[in-house]
């Protein structure tokens, strides 16, 4: 079984910055990509930010240079744990949100199965 845990999520005001935590766990054989995707009230659900197996990252137009997602060390389905970071800062009211991490995986026999988080309220408001 995984499991998807979030953290980190809050109020903040305009031009404040945030951190937000998402560690993945269970028995997992391959990890493609960890990531963040937002939805805003009565919006779609978008990405905001990806990283790859390899460490390779990417963003939303709308958040780049103002977001940057890490990891400590290189996400694998051989750790026990994978831990990324949102760190976001230059906050905008528009950047209110839920935010959820995505674990994108591939399992036994190349069977591809993605993992969603619970999602955490990021509001960002004077």
């Known amino acids: 079984q995984v499991h998807v845990d979030e953290s980190g999520g809050g109020l903040a005001q305009p031009g404040g910055s945030l951190r937000l935590s998402c560690t993945s766990s269970?028995?997992?054989?391959?990890?493609?990509?960890m990531g963040w995707y937002r939805q805003a009230l009565g919006k779609e659900r978008e990405v905001v930010a990806k990283?790859?197996?390899?460490?390779?990252?990417?963003?939303?137009?709308?958040?780049r240079g103002r977001f940057t997602i890490s990891s400590e060390n290189a996400i694998s389905g051989e750790n026990a744990k994978n831990t990324v970071y949102l760190q976001m800062n230059s906050l905008r009211p528009e950047d209110t949100a839920v935010y959820y991490c995505l674990v994108e995986t591939q399992q036994n026999y190349g069977v591809l199965i993605d993992y969603w988080g619970q999602g955490t309220q990021v509001t960002v408001s004077s």
């Open positions: 990283m790859t197996s390899g460490g390779s990252t990417d963003y939303a137009d709308s958040v």
């Open positions: 269970g028995s997992i054989f391959k990890i493609n990509t």
